[in-house]
């Protein structure tokens, strides 16, 4: 089955950057840090597409969050009328709005969101705690996908924050032997205290060596 392919033209890009605030019901939110993007980047709109916001103005009608309220937010706006939302495979919108991507998200001080992206967390969460629902919520979704069994081996490629949640996620579902792939140091320590048993670097070790001296002849699951 061929992939479609998601077309949006640069006029297209302006006008849904330009008209934040025409999305039905907005809502203003002061922004926290989102831990995504590490580089510069070179865009129109403030990166930040996980983060924690407080709630500091409403618009008409929004009954669901009030200011002061402390939120997480769904970063993708699907128009809800393009060919593919009405499939039901709105991954593949050709009109979508993305917070933090199209238009000013998380690196933002302030930021307009439709009051349908915005969901009140408990006031117990840090903004910080409150960032991660959405790449956390992601992963759940990849590792139901990933029908680990009891007893398990699985292999993590790439342990940056998305791989090392999986980790984590993958020893909860039964997994009862990880191994991470990852060339950077720090990031091969981390998994290793998050539960990998065993952490390679795919520059230094020959990884089918470094398996089978380990006795370990299969892996069940790649992520």
Not at 97 to 120: H, L, N, R
Not at 127 to 143: K, Y
Not at 207 to 218: P, V
Request: aromatic share 4%.
């Amino acid at each position: 089955m061929a992939v479609p392919k998601r077309k949006t033209s640069k006029a297209r890009r302006d006008k849904r950057r330009n008209n934040v605030w025409k999305i039905s019901a907005p809502t203003l939110v002061r922004c926290s840090n989102c831990g995504e993007y590490k580089r510069p980047h070179r865009l129109c709109s403030a990166c930040g597409h996980y983060d924690g916001r407080e709630v500091v103005k409403v618009g008409a009608g929004v009954k669901s969050v009030i200011a002061g309220d402390k939120v997480c937010v769904d970063p993708n706006k699907l128009c809800g009328s393009c060919e593919f939302c009405r499939r039901g495979i709105g991954h593949f919108c050709t009109d979508i709005t993305g917070i933090g991507t199209t238009v000013d998200g998380g690196f933002a001080e302030y930021c307009a969101v439709p009051a349908s992206q915005v969901y009140k967390v408990a006031d117990s969460l840090s903004f910080e705690q409150a960032a991660m629902t959405e790449p956390v919520s992601c992963c759940l979704h990849g590792i139901e996908l990933c029908n680990i069994k009891c007893g398990a081996t699985v292999m993590v490629i790439g342990c940056g924050m998305i791989g090392l949640i999986m980790l984590q996620l993958a020893r909860l579902s039964g997994a009862a032997n990880i191994i991470a792939i990852e060339p950077i140091k720090e990031k091969r320590e981390q998994a290793l205290k998050l539960g990998a048993d065993t952490a390679l670097d795919p520059k230094a070790d020959n990884i089918t060596d470094a398996l089978k001296k380990q006795g370990l002849e299969q892996v069940d699951v790649v992520i």
